[in-house]
Nanobody, 126 residues
Framework: QVQLVQSGGGLVQPGGSLRLSCTAS????????NTWGWERQAPGKQRESV?????????NYAESVKGRFTISRDDAKNTVYLQMGSLKPEDTAVYYC??????????????????WGQGTQVSVSL
C-alpha cells in the first residue's frame, strides 16, 4: 500500500503565494514514481488537471496557471511540489496530488499503481 501525504495550502490574499508538497511512501517494497501530477476541484466544478511532471522532466500546465505555478519533483525524497504564485480567487479549490508509479519487491512481481493524496484546501480571498 502506497500513501501520498500532502502538506501546505491554506488561506492567502490575491496576488500571494503558497507551496504545496506531497510525499509518497510505502510500508514495504521500494517505490518509483513515473509521473507526478496536481489536480484541483473547486466547489460545484469538475476536478481538473493543474500540472504534471514526468520522470524525464517533461512538464504540462493548465492554461489557467501557466506562468504562475511551477511543479517540481525530488526523486530522492519521493516528493512533488507545486509552487503557486500570483494567486487569484478562481484558484480556490481543494488540491490533490497524484502519482503513477510502481513498487519493487524482493520476491514478488512489480506492482503498478496510481494513488492520490488526501487533498488540501487552498483559499484565495481578501
Amino acid at each position: 500500500q502506497v500513501q501520498l501525504v500532502q502538506s501546505g495550502g491554506g488561506l492567502v490574499q490575491p496576488g500571494g503565494s503558497l507551496r504545496l508538497s506531497c510525499t509518497a511512501s510505502s510500508a514495504s517494497g521500494r517505490i518509483s514514481i513515473n509521473t507526478w501530477g496536481w489536480e484541483r476541484q473547486a466547489p460545484g466544478k469538475q476536478r481538473e488537471s493543474v500540472a504534471d511532471i514526468t520522470r524525464g522532466g517533461s512538464l504540462n500546465y493548465a492554461e489557467s496557471v501557466k506562468g504562475r505555478f511551477t511543479i517540481s519533483r525530488d526523486d530522492a525524497k519521493n516528493t512533488v511540489y507545486l509552487q503557486m504564485g500570483s494567486l487569484k480567487p478562481e484558484d480556490t479549490a481543494v488540491y490533490y496530488c497524484q502519482a503513477d508509479g510502481y513498487t519493487h519487491y524482493e520476491s514478488s512481481p512489480i506492482e503498478v499503481w496510481r494513488y492520490w493524496g488526501q487533498g488540501t484546501q487552498v483559499s484565495v480571498s481578501l
